[in-house]
């Protein structure tokens, strides 16, 4: 076990330890159940806002590019406030973020919507630069995968039910809304989309208050700090000593481009299915719960995560696994019948489930010093939600949503490569 790891966690006992868990689990639920509503957002807006497949993903491009632009700037605020003042100001960030939906929902312009996601990804961004390292510095490395996979089933089960929560608000008769749409004329018509649009407020007014209320508990919960001397400094290696730059680590920047293929992927799984369901003639009523069946096939991944790993089963040898199963999968949704082909396409949360506390570990090992720099740019790969998607959407819109499922493919080659050759890697040479 290195050093750092096992000195963070004697300072911990065990009550410290399972409260530390706990408030780290939380978070966990609040990222999962903010960043799946876009799932519903997706079809909502399009309605609302009036908008292509294609325009409608820049839900995802608005809340995923944030990481990109805000990693490596949370890295240097943690490195200021430490990780527990980091995710109080990450949580007020986020309620200023769903706050802006008030005035969007009450106007139904597309771009400040937008522009509240971007702010509220900004605050999940330094949420997770600072929990994601902490999760797995806390405890055994090697058992790193099991407590980010624990900290998976808090955020799937949140993301499961966050679209169907909000779609009970916003979209609970979707069906017919979008019937009568056809029957109004213009002036009615604007009138019944400002109407629909409007319905996102009480909603996001309650998780405004609720965030709000989250930083100021983290503030004085108590969670003990991991100093930078402690998950840096300390275990600097002799094959680290020698490294001056953070690109001197190919296992790390092959991870970073690894776990960008995988948050495109998933969230092409997640936030797609919705509008696939409803592009192949299932009703609406039906297909607002398809990201949830992808969700609970994640939570599914995640508890044979638990089970097996590392008892059974290397971080290694699941990545492998995950990556095989993606590409069977996708395969099969592309070219089975519709109804099947949504069912494969669910399925594909299983195969992502332990693809993130798989390449975690792998990517951040043996970087000690440069721990916080590689976590800020493991961060900046969830961007991958921002950019893939959107070419999944413009396949939809130039050929059909069953096909444009073709972009999955060499996401999870990629991936199977990083897990069976690349992570090993210590030099570019």
């Keep these: 076990m290195p050093q750092n790891q096992s000195e963070n966690t004697k300072h911990l006992n065990k009550r410290t330890y399972i409260i530390s868990i706990s408030i780290i689990g939380l978070l966990f639920f609040i ?13 909502y807006l399009k309605i609302a806002c009036e908008l292509t497949n294609f325009q409608a993903l820049f839900v995802a491009f608005a809340f995923y590019i944030s990481y990109t632009v805000m990693a490596l700037p949370s890295s ?18 986020m309620a200023l973020g769903t706050a802006i939906f008030i005035p969007a929902a009450l106007t139904r312009i ?6 509240g996601l971007f702010i509220m990804g900004t605050g999940l961004a330094l949420l997770q630069t600072a929990s994601n390292p902490y999760i797995t510095i806390i405890g055994p490395s090697e058992s790193a995968a099991k407590r980010i996979s624990i900290m998976g089933i808090s955020n799937k089960v949140a993301g499961a039910l966050a679209p169907l929560i909000l779609a009970y608000f916003i979209l609970h008769d979707g069906d017919a809304f979008v019937e009568n749409l056809k029957t109004l ?19 996001y007014l309650v998780m405004t208050g609720v965030l709000f209320l989250l930083g100021i508990m983290i503030r004085f919960a108590p969670l003990p700090e ?5 998950d840096e400094e300390i275990t600097t290696s002799e094959n680290t000593s020698k490294k001056s730059s953070i690109f001197q680590f190919p296992s790390l920047i092959l991870g970073v481009i690894a776990l960008f293929m995988y948050v495109g992927a998933e969230v092409i799984a997640g936030d797609t299915i919705i509008r696939y369901g409803i592009a192949l003639g299932i009703p609406m009523d039906t297909a607002k719960v398809f990201t949830s069946l992808t969700l609970v096939s994640m939570i599914l991944g995640y508890i044979l995560g638990i089970i097996l790993i590392p008892r059974y089963l290397t971080q290694q040898k699941a990545l492998t696994i995950s990556a095989v199963l993606g590409v069977i999968f996708s395969i099969a949704a592309i070219y089975t019948p519709p109804m099947i082909s949504v069912t494969f396409v669910a399925l594909l949360g299983l195969a992502n489930a332990l693809v993130w506390p798989a390449i975690w570990p792998l990517a951040l090992h043996g970087l000690n010093r440069f721990i916080k720099t590689g976590s800020a740019m ?17 396949l939809a819109d130039n050929f059909t949503p069953q096909s444009a499922y073709w972009v999955m493919i060499p996401l999870y080659i990629f991936i199977y490569f990083y897990a069976t050759k690349w992570h090993k890697l210590t030099s570019w040479k």
Aim: glycine content about 10%; hydrophobic content about 55%.
């Design 31 to 43: 990222f999962g159940f903010v960043t799946w509503l876009n799932g519903i957002l997706i079809p």
């Design 76 to 93: 240097w605020i943690l490195k200021k406030t430490g990780f527990k003042n980091g995710m109080t100001v990450g949580l007020f960030v």
């Design 110 to 115: 597309y771009e400040l919507f937008l522009v």
């Design 185 to 203: 004329d213009e002036t009615a018509k604007i009138i019944a989309l400002n109407s629909l649009a409007a319905r996102v407020i009480i909603p």
């Design 226 to 230: 991991i100093e930078e001397e402690q």
């Design 378 to 394: 493991l961060i900046m790969a969830i961007s991958g939600g921002a950019i893939l998607p959107l070419i999944w959407g413009k």
